[in-house]
């Protein structure tokens, strides 16, 4: 479909040039860029357009619609981008921040689940656990290596001098 765009853009290019410069986006850069581009003359249809920027057609038209519909803060406005809800919830993170930061603490990860499952009710596998507990609230379960009952002190005391 290689259309003329018939889009009524009420900026003035010395506007838009000015729009494209306080841009802080890439994705606001390239919006702004489009309609510049567009009102300029310098490209004709949306596919000649679109080759030029390197994004889709429909893309380009899905921008343009926006612009149509709500003009330059419709065109701009960046959705926020809705995931999975976390199993473990910010109160419950606190907490376990709390009992993390307790001296006695946890011996290991199999042990925060069992509290959480315990305490807080929430069933978290144990990667889930895992990842909150050591990149997300940056805590370490220190536990120290076990040590041999045959080992002899001294011996340990004249590695530890040489």
Request: glycine letters at 6%; aromatic letters at 6%.
């Amino acid at each position: 479909m290689c259309r003329v765009a018939k889009i009524e853009i009420t900026e003035s290019s010395e506007e838009l040039q000015k729009l494209l410069k306080q841009q802080q986006s890439a994705a606001g850069k390239e919006r702004i860029l489009a309609l510049y581009l567009l009102k300029t003359r310098q490209v004709e249809t949306v596919q000649h357009l679109a080759v030029l920027l390197g994004r889709g057609r429909i893309t380009l038209q899905r921008w343009l619609k926006h612009y149509r519909q709500g003009g330059l803060t419709a065109l701009l406005e960046v959705k926020k981008k809705t995931g999975r809800t976390p199993i473990i919830k910010p109160a419950v993170r606190e907490k376990l921040r709390q009992e993390l930061s307790d001296p006695q603490g946890f011996s290991s990860y199999g042990e925060v689940r069992t509290w959480l499952r315990a305490v807080m009710g929430v069933e978290a596998s144990y990667k889930v656990v895992h990842d909150t507990v050591r990149y997300q609230l940056k805590a370490k379960l220190k536990v120290p290596r076990p040590r041999s009952t045959k080992q002899s002190p001294l011996v340990v005391e004249n590695f530890k001098k040489n």
